[in-house]
């Protein structure tokens, strides 16, 4: 063990067992598991990516490279976790990746000894003969090579939850500076959001051995949130991790709320995702600390300074025994301080810049000079050179490494806002950032506690107009720029995940990828799961080295959401399985449930695709059988799903005139007609029914697929384009259970339903409407007919749909009612020609449809002017006919095309395509509604129809698409 | 100095420290004038460079492009290559594309790491198989590869998707074993080396900002932050800002500019064997060769310059994601992304002259341009070159919209967003 | 993006239908198939701030002119689609 016995943020009172790669460990209560492996003594956690390199825990944060480890198992499985995101819980099981047998000896290191030929890009220079061989041979080979973790190939068994907020001023971070602007904020009376991604608030007050105002830094910020806890317009997020921000102050945010619980209570979702909106945006995200890239840097046992603080101060874990820092920033040294403190023995603290640091205490012998070697599988010594060039080597099992620090402002470059260089503080700041986003603290290159306090305070105080509480002037230290030691190259990594040396930038830009987009693409600087938040600026800067430029010409990448990796779960949300749209049911679905129907899709409703009565042998005799009754006796089916407009005013008519392409105004009150919708573009956009109640009122149907379009559609016109028409339009499909009652014995049945209305052919003929009551409530009743039968739709208040489905079932019984489903209506209208889905695909003419004559050549209305353009008025074009097969027995199927017999089956002789297919009982066989060249003139033509996927072809006959009743008597009668 | 590429190559320059790589394309200063100006260095137009010089024996071309090569939508896609296309006027075009993509790194000397692992279209109900049927018989019918699958054998491809889903289960799917991804940035680079060692100046960091016309109103040369260039011709090859270069010229065009966002996680090892698109919605996902799931849906809805969209799609996007297969909950979004799509009336591109004599058109790739990359630069090419349409890409006309001469895939009509 | 109805308040662009840029007024037949061609095809497609329309979909379903920024997606004023001038 290298715990301390006593110090740090752990509870000692509360141990946690858990494995790594196997074996049993323990950690304490508060401890991550990238600190719970340090305090077990774990050096070496996994491999790199591509030369398989053994790696060590670099950081404590989410730019952790290194430590990427795959949590639980099976189903539960979370590939490329990072250990320091990690927070210990009782039985947790943790497996390194991407190495075989185990990190400790991994055979992939093989890698390694290739690595002068796997320089950036090689790939593209080679793999490329034989061509065939890249598919079968090089990229599975590569790609089993990389990748990260193991995805698990069950369902994720967890669920997650979503949440909308919203606040006068969201705080993102709980440092000093989050938590000053958040108090602030709150005792302005301000709604605040405070979120931070840690299971304790503090930011790197936990780590750091400081004071503010007289208390220790860790005690203080706990009274700060006990303090915001008793606003009750304050909101404390911990374990919150802000992820993105978006367009109009809108930010995301997931939240940890169980996996950090040894047995959540049941139903608990593992994350909640949370959509913010802010008015204001304080960021006091800190600054990442940037590595210096010198010869072996990536050595199990070289940590980043502030991490190394975070270890030994808030988890009382060592990193090591015996220690060098490297340092160039002054922050190095208070590490160094730190760690002789915690009992470890400094060696030597290593620092390139020149002359005294005046008011810096050094604990340890300062050599001013460069680490350019590190020894061992985990470090056992560094090579080390002062100014002249002397080398000499150090025995320690652990360096620090402080090599300045970057803000983290990349959610500015979320809504687009590119970094600037900064040169007193040589790092990217964000000067202008985007329109109520503010960087405060470190983030805005405030590092110490004080400095970053008082921005923090100011920069609220600003906000709302308290001038008098800004706070004195900043002013900003000197620090040194990137470092990469002279004459390191190949084992100089500044990614480390991707394994990007420094060699590979050299190489890139003299390869010409030299621009900073280029440079990321060729070599994979950046793209790794810590998305360049340890090495990006590092690189640049060589990148800038080499060109002879400053950085600032160079620039940097803009930073993309997420700014930590989300699982994409959480973003699902609760939006899964039955969830993922909503359900639409009809009014009657319990009904047809209780009579056996088998369900469908149809857009986001379940309508009844058959019922299935004994004697059934399969779905096509349920669908014949509910087609022939309607045939012979009557049907009856749910038709609510098409959309229903109402239509009113004194411009009603003169609107449907001008949105239909046939006519409408001259309609009688108490009459229906089928109408045709154009798009503006002239094509058909849908059709249905127009009913006349009154004169200054009408109701519409709509397909089902294109009620919404319709509305919106009616909306615009009514709104946009001619505002000036007294009218208004209402979508009453949910108002309204509307079914279909078709068969010659129809008339009979309705009749019973509704004996005080006289439903005989002269009172209430064909293409008749009239409103009425039933069962106390209002009805409406159209004689419209898509089965071409004698067929009537009635409408009554949605709740009232069930109670007349049964009432008609049982007014039925000695009628031979019989409910039908979608195959059935398929079959019937089919049979009878009518286009639907299939047919009314938004690449066809009223013309294509055998719907010419309809279209008013005496009207304004949308779509006419383009409907006549030489393309869609062209004798050419594919149009609607009916097909059946010569030989019976043959069954043609949807999507077949047409060619003519006896030519090449190639698409030059290709004339047209199945549309829709059912068996017809009316036929006894398979028919089919086809769209082909120059149809309406090949009535009678034998075609061949071929579906090359299926291997299928077969002669068919060319018909007019009406294959029943094509005079349409028995609708009349 | 080591010009070609290879194993042995590689090998040679290992020994000596990788010394003698030369740049892989020359970062060329304007001349005064060339006989062919390409406006945009990105896949498009660095192809329609590259066969210009290769295969039409222009001697006098130039790119510019105003940042960096590739920065736009060629550096910002999801690298899925495929001609599985529904209408004659797009089949043969797309087909040849991939015919282009299947001999194109031994033709450029450059692994754009084309794969054809394959690309299976998912359906979730009669009415989309058959229309999986038409489109898949279309192709057959000119001779391009297409399968249609029934659940079970989409299930023997990828055991791990969720068949049983409870809303939107899976009925089969249309496949297409040749189609697949590339590398895009490869793509980018390998035509740019190509064209370059052709003679082809690239010249980067050179905005266009105004077309220079004579008294007949033809564009004769180019004013750009570099300086005016002369032109004997120029092409436009900057899909996603062709309205605001065509605005130069005076010029409107049927075209919305839209942004499409895309998504790739965490890298991880081998999942998903090709591209798989989900038909319950707008879904589709494919794994790159480092590991990472690359993925997206439907365009943000609204029309935009910024290269970024919001989360209501990521939402949609994440939903479907789980939708298709339920284990992508617990792996992690690592990037998203935005590009400009330059969204054309009826979904399909634009290749064609302008009314601007000497100004040419190539644009409107909607959110299908890389995999026309190298079709797109061919035919490009051949229309820069010879003044007339390529045989296969003769129905990208820009009177189209007035003819009613339309290629709309998906019959939505002119309302890009519904595309 | 959030817009600001006139009839609901500030909502959530998921809740919005975009059209397109705000077209100007629609030609009468008379005016010829050119005139409709350009209607309905041709696009400035502004990059700045441009007038739209959009669609209250999931809230009052009032079409709404807005006036936004193609760049930065910043919105700006919102009006009444038949009360803005057209």
Known sequence: MTRKSQGGLVDRALPISFTFNGRPMQGYSGDTLASALIANGVKIVGRSFKYHRPRGILTDGADEPNALLTLHRGARALPNSKAPMVELVEGLEAFSQNCWPSPRFDLMAINGLFSPIFVAGFYYKTFMWPAAFWERVYEPLIRRAAGLGKLSDRPDPDTYDRSHAFADVLVVGAGAAGLTAALAAARLGKRVILVDQDSRPGGRLLAERCEIDGRAGAEWASAAIAELAEHDKVTVLTRTALFGAYDGRSYGAVEQVSEHLPDPASGMPRQRYWKIVAEQAIFATGATERPIAFTGNDRPGVMMASAVQTYVNRFAALPGRRAAVFTQCDSGYAVAADLAAAGVEVVAIIDPRSGDKPGVDATAAVIHGEVVGTHGKCLKTITVRNMDGKTEKLKVDLLAVAGGWNPNIGFASHLGQRPAWSEPLQAFVQDTPPDGMHFVGAAAGRYCVSAAIDDARGKVAALFGREGEVAAIFEEPSLAPPLVVSGCDKKAFVDFQHDVTVSDVVLAEQEGYASVEHLKRYTTLGMATDQGKIGQVLGHALLARQQGKGIAAVGTIAARPPHTPVCIGALAGIHRGEHLKPTRLTPTHDWAASQGASFVNAGLWKRAQWYTRPGDADWIDSAVREAKAVRSAVGICDVSTLGKIEVAGPDAALLLDRLYCNAMASLAAGKVRYGVMLREDGFVFDDGTVARIADDRFVISTTTANAVAVMRHIDYALQVIWPDLDAKACSVTENWAQVAVAGPNSRALLQRLLPDIDLSNSAFPFMGALEGRWSGAPMRLFRISFSGELAYEIAVPTGLGDALMRMLTELGSDLGCTPYGLEALGILRIEKGHAAGGELNGQVTAGDLGLGRMVSKKKDFIGRALAERPALAHSDRQVLVGLAPVDPSHRVTGGSHILPVGVPVSAVHDAGHVTSVAFSPTKGRWIALGLLARGADRIGEVVNVVSPVRETSMEMIVSSPVFVDPEGERLRG | ?419 | MIIDCPHCGSRDSGEFFMRGQAAGPRPEYADGQDAFAVYVYDRTNLAGMQREHWYHAAGCRSWLVVERDTRSHVVGSVAIAGKAVA
Not at chain 2, 95 to 101: A, I, P, V
Not at chain 2, 253 to 276: D, M, N, R, T, W
């Open chain 2, 1 to 419: 100095m080591t010009k070609r590429y290879s194993l042995l190559s590689l090998a040679r320059q290992a020994i000596s420290g990788h010394r003698g790589w030369m740049p892989a394309w020359r970062d060329a200063t304007p001349r005064d004038r060339y006989d062919i100006v390409v406006i945009g260095g990105g896949g498009h137009g660095l192809a329609t460079a590259y066969y210009l010089a290769k295969v039409f024996g222009e001697k006098s071309v130039a790119v510019l492009e105003k940042g960096w090569i590739g920065g736009g939508n060629a550096g910002r896609n999801t690298t899925i290559i495929r001609s599985n296309y529904l209408l004659p006027g797009n089949i043969p075009f797309y087909e040849h594309s991939l015919k282009l993509w299947e001999g194109l790194e031994q033709d450029l000397n450059y692994n754009a790491m084309v794969s054809q692992r394959g690309i299976i279209n998912l359906f979730h109900s009669d009415e989309q198989r058959d229309a999986h049927e038409r489109r898949g018989n279309a192709m057959r019918l000119h001779g391009v590869d297409a399968e249609l699958l029934d659940a079970d054998a989409v299930r023997k491809m990828a055991p791990f998707l969720d068949f049983d889903n409870a809303r939107f289960p899976i009925f089969g799917g249309l496949r297409q074993k040749r189609a697949g991804t590339a590398r895009h940035d490869a793509v980018v680079w390998g035509f740019a080396r190509g064209a370059s060692a052709r003679g082809v100046d690239i010249i980067q960091n050179c905005e266009v900002t105004g077309m220079v016309r004579d008294a007949s109103g033809r564009v004769v040369a180019l004013d750009t932050t570099r300086g005016r260039i002369g032109a004997g011709k120029v092409g436009m090859a900057v899909a996603g800002n062709s309205s605001r270069v065509a605005a130069l010229a005076d010029l409107r065009l049927p075209i919305e500019s839209h942004v499409l966002q895309a998504f790739v996680s965490e890298g991880l090892k081998p999942v998903i064997p090709g591209v798989i698109t989900f038909g319950a919605g707008h879904f589709y996902i494919s794994q790159s060769d480092k590991g990472g799931l690359v993925f997206g849906g439907d365009l943000d809805g609204y029309k935009s310059y910024a290269q970024r969209g919001n989360l209501p799609i990521v939402e949609d996007v994440c939903e479907e994601a789980m939708a298709l297969m339920p284990m992508i909950g617990r792996a992690r979004l690592l990037r998203s992304w935005g590009g400009i799509m330059d969204m054309t009336m009826d979904g399909s591109p634009i290749m064609d002259r302008t009314p601007v004599p000497g100004l040419y058109l190539n644009g409107g790739w909607c959110y299908g341009g890389f995999k026309a990359t190298p079709a797109s630069g061919w035919c490009f090419a051949h229309l820069l070159s010879r003044d007339e349409p390529h045989p296969v890409a003769a129905s990208y006309r820009l009177d189209r919209f007035a003819t009613g001469r339309l290629i709309d895939e998906k019959g939505s009509g002119p309302q890009p967003n519904l595309q």
